[in-house]
Every structure is written in structure tokens, then in C-alpha cells.
């Protein structure tokens, strides 16, 4: 397909779907309550009108921000296809050749519908950078995720992949092409593993040993357990004001996202390389059941 007609008709297929609408998530509903004092219907449409007010330009870039559902919809198209960073633009003009691009929201709640939010041409600019048109997954990801993936979460990967913007390694590929073959995408905790290793690879260019990488950070997370322990201990004896007169520095670590952290890096190291440890027996998370005296054995055993 030539450059015009794609760029035509990914126009398009953006105007159907935002024609559709959708129904405001929890984040933006909360963002929109806070900021306007629980607007009704009528006094958001005024809002959305009132150009003078400060509010609204941020409001809309939260309304036309594309989420995963809309990624989703699109990502069999743009797989197909290859798309430059010029041919944003191109985009661009579709979008507004014969009307302006326009979507309707739906709150979760009984304040209804708002219909004809027009799309400024502004917005568009933000809005097709964010679908990530030119970062097309490589090609033997987009394989393995097809051969090995089960079929619900086929297109939610390669669209995670899409939106991570990162330009991976001959290494990194393999370790996700293994990551992809060996873990169980049946499981709810794929996707909150593949989040994790996305950020933790665009976190660590570093791609000679991933595995040493990913036990270091493990290590790394048990640290800081240990102080998030020890502070807690220091703050059953004495209350803050006295902690804080002392120089006892609060962690800024959470428990629970540590927890979880280390989890999912064992999940990942047992399922890609077989073990969890470099040396030495291996210590898995789900052997101790994560009472504050397991925490604790655990914390010892592994520093």
C-alpha cells in the first residue's frame, strides 16, 4: 500500500473508533471531579467551550489521550504496515480533510453521555505521536509472541512492546524470545511480568548477562526490605517526631511493590533461565507465605 493511501486510511479507522466513544475511566472521572467540583453534563460541555478557561486545554489532552483499547484496535493495521516519522503529519491532514475527528464519552456513573467533543487540530499532533506508528515491533518478537502466546493476549503484548519505544539488543530480543517461549501466558501475572522486564531493560542498557542483571536487582530489592524492616521495628519503640529528631531517614520503599518485584524476578528467572539463583539453593518467594516473620527469614536467608 502506498504511503498516502495507509496514512488515509489509518485516519480513518482513528475517526471510527473515537466516533464510537467510550465510557471515562476511574482516573480521568476522579481527575475531572477534583478539578471541576463533580461537573454536571451540562456545566462540562460549557467547560469544553469555554476556551478562556486554563483547565480545559489539559482536559482534552486527557480525553483524546489514546488508550489501550484504542492501541489494540489498531495494532493489526500497523503491523502491516511500515510507517516513518513523517508520516505523522500526513496523518494529521487525513484526519481533518472533510470534518474534524470527534468522540463521545460516557461517565461510569448516572450523569450520562457527553456527545461531539470535536478533536483540536492541536491535539492530533500529541495524539498520533503517542500511538507509536514507527516503532514496529522486531520481527522475531512479533513471531514468538504469535507462536507461543495464547490468542487474548496476543495483540495486548506486541502493543506493550510497541509502546515501550525501546531500540533492543540482539541479547535483549533473545531473552524476550525466550521470555515469551517459556512463560505461561494463561497466567494473570504475564503481563505484570512483562511490564516489569520492559522497564527493567529500558532501565539497564547494560545487556551482557540479563540474568546477573535481574538477581542484582533482586539483591538490590531485598536491601532495601531490610531497612523498610528495620524502620518499622525503630517505629513500634518510638513515634516519628522522635525518629525524625534522631536522623532516622523514612525509606521511600514500599513494602508490597518490593514484594512484587521479587516475585515477578523469580517467576522470570525460573521460567526463562531454570533457576532463581546464581550460586548456592535458590530461594523462591513463594515458598514463605509473606507474614512479617517470613519477611524477615526470607530477608536473611537471601543477604
Known amino acids: 500500500m502506498n504511503t498516502q493511501n495507509k496514512c488515509v486510511l489509518l485516519a480513518e479507522k482513528i475517526k471510527t473508533i473515537l466516533r464510537e466513544g467510550s465510557v471515562l475511566s476511574r482516573e480521568l472521572v476522579h481527575y475531572i471531579d477534583s478539578a471541576f467540583s463533580n461537573p454536571s453534563i451540562t456545566e462540562l460541555e460549557a467547560i469544553l467551550g469555554d476556551e478562556s478557561d486554563c483547565e480545559r486545554d489539559s482536559l482534552l489532552d486527557l480525553i483524546f489521550f489514546p488508550d489501550e ?4 484496535r489498531l495494532e493489526n493495521f500497523l503491523e502491516k504496515e511500515d510507517f516513518q516519522k513523517k508520516d505523522e503529519e500526513k496523518i ?16 461510569p456513573d448516572r450523569r450520562g453521555e457527553l456527545l461531539n467533543i470535536p478533536m483540536p487540530f492541536w491535539i492530533a499532533e500529541q495524539f498520533i505521536s503517542r500511538l507509536n506508528i514507527c ?3 522486531d ?19 506486541r502493543v506493550m512492546l510497541r509502546n515501550s519505544r525501546l531500540v533492543y539488543t540482539a541479547n535483549q530480543i533473545r531473552f524476550l524470545c525466550d521470555f515469551f517461549g517459556k512463560m505461561n501466558s494463561e497466567t494473570a501475572d504475564m503481563q505484570n511480568c512483562l511490564d516489569f522486564a520492559l522497564h527493567f531493560l529500558g532501565e539497564n542498557r547494560d545487556d551482557t548477562d540479563i540474568f546477573s542483571a535481574l538477581t542484582k536487582k533482586k539483591r538490590n530489592c531485598f536491601q532495601h526490605l531490610q531497612k523498610l524492616l528495620g524502620f518499622e521495628e525503630q517505629l513500634e519503640k518510638n513515634n516519628m517526631e522522635i525518629l525524625m529528631l534522631r536522623g ?9 511493590t518490593l514484594l512484587r518485584q521479587i516475585a515477578m524476578i523469580d517467576t522470570i528467572c525460573l521460567s526463562v533461565f531454570g533457576k532463581t539463583e546464581e550460586t548456592g539453593r535458590d530461594l523462591f518467594i513463594g515458598e514463605y507465605h509473606q507474614g512479617k516473620d517470613d519477611i524477615e527469614k526470607m530477608v536473611r536467608m537471601f543477604l
Open 139 to 157: 520481527e522475531k518478537l512479533t513471531e514468538a509472541i504469535n507462536r507461543n502466546v495464547c490468542g487474548k493476549h496476543k495483540i495486548r503484548f
Open 135 to 137: 516503532n514496529k515491533p
Open 69 to 72: 483499547a484504542l492501541h489494540i
Open 248 to 256: 532516622v531517614r523514612m525509606p521511600y520503599a514500599d513494602k508490597e
Open 92 to 107: 494529521r491532514e487525513s484526519l481533518f480533510l472533510k470534518e474534524s475527528p470527534h468522540t463521545k464519552l460516557r461517565f
